[in-house]
């Protein structure tokens, strides 16, 4: 009886703490979900207020008049360039510095894994001036660069952690079957490593897909702007449209938290995955 | 079927002083099926690895069919190799995983299919050629790690502690059948075990290693009766041979006094050694009455430690005086002793081994080593 007692208010406490938490995560979320359907009058007079009319013909507005289908276009093809380049290189420097041991490896592992401590503002006037230097400035080209460079040394730490718990007699069975280094980083290692290539395509593209700084410096042209870059087009020097600004938000949003919601698992258990038996 | 030749192979790991594996020289035949025994580190899955080309060779040559292999990748070899862990590619099913090594090969999709089908058949593996390896048991993935060998046909088979992952049970029924498709394949295999009931039941030729070295080659049941050194002859057998220091004295006619206890033992002796160390086999001690016929025996006192009946055999555990260590004794299954008893045990000193006490060198004739 005590137990039982005791059992339902650690429970009931649990949930008080986890409902209370995740109006903290969502309120947010919800309010701009909210404000995304609503005019800018309508939230001026009452900010909170749930929506009277559904103004859903807003979003038809921001994809066409606010240029917010070319700004998805180019999100798409930035962060699906990045994360596919950085999957291939990322993966092929983890593999090498898991699987093989050469001169100065564990210094070459150190020296890209610690620019992981630098914040990227420290980075971004240089980056600036190389990318101007090489004709990269203001392109789509550049920005997919500087972003593979950002997020390569995570890329690789995770990946790296993960070949290195696959067993080395798999590698030598392969060797036994005939197959030469190449072929069995695509035939054995990737494959075997699909749970934690997932993890870093997932979590790449949704930090890639929100990133902001490193777009506004790089991309000067309306046309080549990513979505994060969207918001200005409502912020005006006077005056800020924060119906259509909530409505561009969630065109950003949206794609980032069905990613999520659908591979959420997956990301989970490549970020837990144990050795391979 | 491939001839293996080991000529002086040497591993050394980097700066390390000692070798990991020093001078091994081995001729293993045709169709044999040699095993190579030793304790962890001793250096038989490195000298496995060598052979298989996964590892550089620091020294030595390796020849197999008379062709020299040390610069030979190890996809050129022609050998297979089953791995304690299988090694199974969890991402294949168990049809892709027999058929990887195929394909890599260029065989004609018909042949990958008519060798993956025989291999199953032969192993059992038939229903599960669909299923991915986590969906086998311990048993059925030894089976598929031995089909991939298999269906290579290969000129060598090596096997690096193959049974280890098994339980008890199946490690025996796995072990007869690995005996069983030796014969039925007639393909020269190379296994390496640190088991030495595996040894003993499946090598037509037992190799034991310690440090790095060959410690003795030879058919099973020679290596166990005549072992070459106290390292082997401690290694073999279970429970573990009695080995008891012993003073010599030179007799008339070549033979020579050894006192064993409070036992005198009559026993040929090379000159020369004035100690010796005495090996007696569990099982060549005999209680009143079972001896056999042909004995040739000294009687031992000593009192009974301890029992244990197994069933079989019993096992007793005996304080002789004079011998600092406890003896072990195997005795019939009907021996009625007990903690505390004063027995009269016949020593058969036929199977008796000497060694020298400074080297553990067995001095007898039958030994045989390298």
Redesign the interface.
């Known amino acids: 009886m005590t137990t039982s007692i005791r059992f339902d208010l650690k429970h009931g406490f649990l949930v008080v703490a986890l409902a209370l938490y995740t109006a903290f995560a969502a309120g947010p979320f919800l309010w701009v979900a909210s404000m995304s359907l609503r005019t800018t009058t309508e939230i001026s007079a009452e900010p909170y207020a749930l929506p009277d009319t559904l103004h859903f013909s807003k979003f038809a507005i921001a994809w066409t008049d606010g240029n917010y289908g070319t700004y998805f276009g180019n999100s798409v093809i930035v962060v699906l360039s990045a994360v596919a380049v950085l999957t291939v290189i990322g993966a092929m420097a983890a593999h090498c510095f898991a699987r093989y041991r050469f001169p100065f490896r564990r210094f070459l592992y150190f020296l890209v894994f610690s620019t992981i401590i630098f914040p990227p503002q420290i980075t971004i006037i240089a980056l600036f001036q190389i990318l101007v230097e090489y004709g990269l400035f203001n392109t789509r080209t550049g920005l997919v660069l500087a972003y593979v460079a950002f997020q390569l040394p995570i890329t690789v730490y995770i990946l790296e952690s993960f070949f290195a718990r696959i067993?080395s007699?798999?590698y030598?069975?392969?060797?036994?079957?005939?197959?030469?280094e190449w072929?069995i980083f695509w035939r054995?290692s990737l494959?075997?490593a699909?749970p934690a290539l997932s993890t870093t395509v997932i979590l790449n593209t949704i930090l890639l897909w929100n990133e902001f700084l490193y777009a506004v410096v790089l991309i000067t042209d309306d046309d080549k702007r990513t979505l994060p870059l969207g918001i200005q087009k409502y912020m005006g020097d006077q005056l800020i449209d924060i119906g259509m600004l909530a409505t561009g938000l969630m065109i950003a949003i949206v794609p980032v938290v069905i990613v999520y919601v659908f591979f959420s698992e997956k990301l989970i258990q490549g970020m837990t995955a144990g050795a391979?038996? | 079927m491939g001839n293996v030749k080991l000529d002086r192979l040497t591993k050394r790991y980097g700066d390390a002083d000692a070798a990991a594996v020093d001078d091994v020289s081995l001729d293993i035949e045709r169709g044999e099926f040699m095993v190579l025994l030793g304790p962890s580190g001793c250096g038989k899955s490195t000298t496995l690895r060598m052979i298989a080309g996964l590892e550089p060779i620091t020294g030595g040559t390796l020849s197999i069919d008379g062709e020299v292999m040390n610069r030979v990748p190890a996809r050129d070899r022609d050998i297979a190799m089953v791995f304690q862990s299988y090694a199974l590619y969890p991402h294949m099913t168990v049809f892709d995983n027999l058929a990887f090594g195929l394909k890599r090969r260029g065989f004609a999709r018909e042949e990958i299919d008519r060798r993956v089908t025989d291999a199953a058949g032969i192993l059992g593996l038939a229903p599960y050629l669909a299923r991915k390896p986590h969906a086998l048991s311990g048993g059925q993935r030894q089976r598929v790690a031995l089909g991939r060998a298999i269906v290579r046909d290969p000129k060598v088979f090596l096997f690096d502690e193959p049974l280890s992952n098994l339980d008890a049970a199946l490690r025996v029924s796995m072990r007869n059948e690995l005996v069983k498709l030796h014969q039925r394949l007639g393909t020269t295999m190379i296994y390496v075990t640190h088991d030495q009931v595996e040894a003993m039941s499946m090598g037509s030729r037992i190799c034991i290693m310690q440090d790095g070295r060959v410690a003795q080659v030879g058919r099973p049941l020679d290596v166990y009766r005549h072992p070459a050194n106290t390292f082997v002859a401690s290694f073999l057998g279970s429970p573990q041979i009695n080995l008891v220091e012993s003073g010599v004295t030179p007799g008339e006619d070549g033979r020579s006094t050894l006192v064993v206890g409070g036992a005198r033992i009559h026993a040929h002796c090379p000159p020369g050694h004035s100690r010796v160390i005495v090996g007696i086999r569990p099982e060549d001690f005999y209680l009143p009455g079972e001896a056999p016929d042909d004995a040739v025996g000294a009687s031992l006192a000593a009192r009974v430690l301890a029992v244990e009946a197994l069933g079989a055999e019993t096992v007793l555990l005996l304080d002789v005086e004079g011998v600092e260590k406890d003896v072990t004794a195997r005795v019939g299954r009907s021996a009625h002793t007990a903690a505390g008893d004063l027995v009269e045990l016949t020593v058969d000193t036929r199977a008796m081994r000497l060694f020298d006490a400074a080297s553990g060198v067995a001095l007898d004739p039958g030994s045989t080593t390298g």
């Open positions: 067993p007699d798999l030598d069975a392969a060797r036994m079957d005939g197959y030469s072929e054995i494959p075997v699909m391979i038996k």
